[in-house]
């Protein structure tokens, strides 16, 4: 009896274990996944973007450095959301993966702030040069919406993801019980 008992015990672990094996590799395949040519061209243009604001930004700020401070402001905040667009980017590129949770959250985080942060600018703008500033906050306006239609966009998908997690993690304990059951009879 000692021996039918752990060669079921026995048994029932390696099933288990494989059913764990299952799992951590759809999880893993679901949580992230290789840069393919479509993926990995983009993030190389959003990289070269990047760079050219970083560029862009300081040549601005150089030629119109007598300028006024808000202008300067802008130039300053295009330089900085140009360098840390270009961090992110150049980690995803050199790590040679795409986290669905980690990176696609921090794309877009960095689009609203930015957008956000681009639209208080021109909000400044309206408020000491009546003349320009409100045709820049309306123009703003429409970067803003963009901006919300991403983040909503990434909040889905992140919703998306949890759900898809979560029923990996009940077809698991499905499995588990299955296995279990099996190893009782």
């Given at each position: 009896m000692n021996s039918e008992f752990k060669d079921n015990l026995?048994?029932?672990e390696a099933d288990n274990s494989s059913a764990r094996a299952r799992y951590e590799k759809t999880l893993a395949g679901l949580m992230e996944s290789p840069l393919e040519w479509?993926?990995?061209a983009g993030l190389t243009f959003g990289f070269l973007i990047s760079i050219g604001t970083i560029i862009l930004s300081a040549i601005l700020a150089i030629r119109f450095h007598n300028g006024p401070a808000v202008m300067?402001?802008?130039f300053a905040l295009g330089g900085a959301f140009g360098i840390v667009g270009a961090i992110i980017v150049g980690r995803i590129l050199l790590r040679g993966t795409y986290h669905r949770r980690g990176?696609?959250?921090a794309q877009a985080n960095l689009i609203?702030?930015?957008?956000?942060?681009m639209e208080v600018v021109f909000m400044e703008m309206d408020g000491l040069y009546p003349k320009s500033g409100g045709r820049m906050?309306?123009?703003g306006l429409v970067f803003l919406i963009g901006g919300a239609?991403?983040?909503?966009?990434t909040v889905i998908e992140q919703s998306e993801l949890r759900t898809r997690e979560k029923l990996l993690e009940?077809?698991?304990?499905?499995?588990?019980i299955k296995e279990a059951m099996k190893a009782r009879s």
């Open positions: 026995m048994k029932s479509p993926r990995k300067l402001e802008g990176d696609s959250v609203w702030v930015f957008v956000v942060l906050t309306l123009f239609a991403i983040l909503l966009r009940v077809q698991l304990d499905v499995a588990e």
